[in-house]
């Protein structure tokens, strides 16, 4: 993994494929290569670093190839350098190939080609990829697309690629299984990515493949083929309603801060066209025909990794609250190897921001085999998870560009509120005016989350200020506010690098409270709610250790601002959409924290924007 790009047409291909190469800079990567076409050779240039890096280093060479592709690695096997990164060529440099995923049997296929004589220059993976297909073309002298589908039914994990044969300069070959690839349509031209952001200017006409099959792209034609039985498919044509300057940072220092600042938007998107006339009921036609089993259902589990796990723990208060359904949390990348049991009367919940989370897909996919009702929250129209999954609904965030998940948070947040206001209907464990209650102050989300913005946005950069330096941070929070604990913890770990854990306020007496000193600043989610007595107690506790305090607290607390060192105000909601307000200010706070660091808020070391491999 992480970025794949591709182009066969008339245009000259190096411009194309750097801009599409820089589309993809938020997934995450250490590394970035092109191979093109060029005066009868496959022509291979890649560099650690940057785009800009392999930019620099092929500027100044005369390059006139309309046929390419390009690739940004974050590394799996083999650590970040200029050898490891793609295209990788095969020996005999017929092949030259970019991958995302991992080839798990890659040990075993390159112990049989090392036998064969085959040499490796890096420690890819991918490489032994390229080795194979060439061996499959040298002995069974097959057609390219032939050597490549034959290799892949021996390979074992998740690939997508894009392959380019030196004796079928006019083709480039695709194929996925378990990792994405989308493939723009023009007029005599093709273009290829591992999402649609470097398509979306070219064109909206693309196709999702589907796991399992492969693609032969000529500049004016396209076959679409099975892997394992070779039979030929008919496309399906999707057209993207994601616009360009949704991928753009719209005057923004970072798309961090500018999905931050979204929110309000991202929310009434998330709400618009999903509530009756009268306000009284939700309306998720992507649920309709699966409510009566969804009303039957003994359990409901929810499966997520890093930020949409915290927005599913929110998800599993509101469901019981709501619904008087039992809800457990599980850890998708966990849930497929602890051997869960499911029965055919459990609802799977399966929640990802990209639809693509290989860890997530797994659970759903085991989840499906076991016999329960799978159901998907997801941003991204078309990804994997939506069309593996039964039913479910799109969060309609809109792209999400920074790899710290801000918007989609809260988008998911409001889905599963959503849901859960459907099915407590439906189910009668809660009353019309119960229903319109809710439905009335989720509607006046997005302005309570405008308001919050105006509040913190200027104390943050005071507090960030005196907190940047700091080793450690404590985020505390109790009911409905320890997921969003849990949260602001990440958020700050991912993009400053400061150690950061998140806990039940309860909690911390049976350990963390040892951490605390003059030089801890706790960050403490003290809101109106049923546990504000408590949490007070919390405060008092880390006080008389000398801790420095930071509350977020509602508008008009008088008994908190006395205790603290810090207040952030946020408005008075209902306990249950609190969490949508209380994340906003730790969002910033740690978004405001790197960026005084001098940290990459938008592409922090080591991360991947959508984690395709387990």
């Known amino acids: 993994m992480c970025g794949i790009v591709g182009y066969i047409g008339n245009k000259p291909v190096t ?79 017929k092949f030259a190939i970019i991958h995302n995923g991992i080839i798990e049997n890659y040990n075993e296929l390159k112990k049989r080609l090392l036998s064969r004589g085959y040499i490796f220059q890096s420690q890819t993976d991918t490489e032994v990829l390229a080795h194979l297909i060439d061996e499959v073309y040298k002995v069974g002298k097959v057609a390219p697309e032939e050597a490549v589908r034959l290799a892949l039914t021996k390979v074992e994990g998740a690939f997508g690629i894009v392959v380019m044969c030196l004796d079928k ?12 690839i989308v493939i723009g349509i023009g007029e005599g031209e093709y273009f290829i990515a591992s999402d649609a952001t470097p398509i979306i200017e070219n064109t909206k006409r693309v196709i999702y493949l589907n796991d399992n099959e492969i693609a032969i792209v000529k500049k004016d034609e396209l076959v679409l083929k099975t892997i394992y039985n070779n039979n030929i498919i008919p496309p399906d044509v999707k057209i993207l309603e994601i616009e360009l300057d949704a991928i753009e940072k719209g005057g923004y220092e970072h798309f961090m801060l500018k999905e931050i600042f979204e929110q309000p938007r991202s929310i009434n998107d998330c709400i618009r066209g999903r509530i009756s006339q009268d306000g009284s009921q939700v309306r998720l ?58 029965s055919t009367n459990d609802i799977v919940i399966a929640i990802s921001q990209s639809g693509e989370t290989a ?39 809109g792209p999400e560009i920074g790899v710290a998940s801000t918007k989609a948070f809260t988008g998911q947040v409001t889905a599963l509120l959503l849901m859960a206001i ?53 985020y ?38 040892a951490l605390i000193d003059e030089n801890m600043p706790v960050v403490v989610i003290a809101t109106k709610d049923k546990s504000y007595e408590k949490i007070v107690s919390n405060i008092q506790e880390v006080k008389a250790r000398k801790g420095k305090v930071i509350a977020i607290i509602n508008e008009g607390d008088r008994t908190i601002p006395k205790m603290v060192d810090y207040t952030l105000e946020i408005p008075l909601t209902d ?13 910033l706070l740690a978004y405001h924290i790197a960026v005084m660091r001098g940290c990459n808020v938008d592409q922090p070391r080591n991360l991947a924007k959508s984690v395709t491999v387990e």
């Open 15 to 93: 411009p194309l494929l750097i801009k599409g190469l820089k589309r993809l800079e938020y997934r995450g990567y250490d590394s970035a290569g092109v191979a093109l076409y060029q005066n009868g050779e496959i022509k291979i240039f890649k560099k650690k670093g940057k785009v800009s890096d392999l930019e620099k280093y092929i500027q100044n060479k005369e390059l006139t190839a309309t046929v390419g592709i390009g690739h940004t690695r974050w590394a799996t096997h083999g650590e970040p350098n200029d050898i490891n990164a793609h295209p990788h060529l095969s020996m005999s440099g």
């Open 169 to 180: 300069p006019d083709q480039l070959i695709v194929a996925r299984r378990a990792s994405p």
């Open 285 to 342: 036609g992507g649920l309709q025909d699966v409510m009566e089993r969804i009303l039957k259902a003994n359990r409901l589990q929810i499966v997520a990794c890093g930020t949409s796990w915290h927005a599913g723990l929110v998800g599993e208060y509101i469901l019981e609250e709501i619904c008087r359904i039992p809800v457990e949390v599980d850890y998708a990348s966990e849930f497929r190897y602890r051997n869960p049991v499911i």
């Open 359 to 397: 860890d997530t897909l797994a659970a759903v996919q085991l989840a499906k085999q076991q016999g329960a009702l799978v159901l998907g929250i997801c941003n991204v129209v078309g990804a994997s998870i939506p069309r593996e999954t039964h039913a479910g609904m799109y969060t309609h965030c």
């Open 422 to 474: 459907m099915i407590g209907y439906e189910k009668k464990s809660i009353s019309r005016e119960q229903s319109y209650n809710l439905i009335s102050q989720l509607l006046e989300i997005p302005e309570l989350v405008s308001k919050t913005l105006n509040n913190v946005k200027d104390s943050i950069i005071i507090i960030a200020e005196n907190f940047k330096h700091a080793s450690n941070f404590l």
């Open 476 to 513: 505390l929070g109790r009911g409905y506010n320890f997921p969003v604990a849990l949260e602001g913890a990440l958020k700050l770990k991912e993009i400053s690098y400061i150690h950061a854990e998140g806990y039940p306020a309860a909690e911390m007496k049976h350990g963390p409270i």
């Open 575 to 587: 306990e249950k959409l609190m969490p949508i307000l209380s994340v906003i200010p730790l969002q």
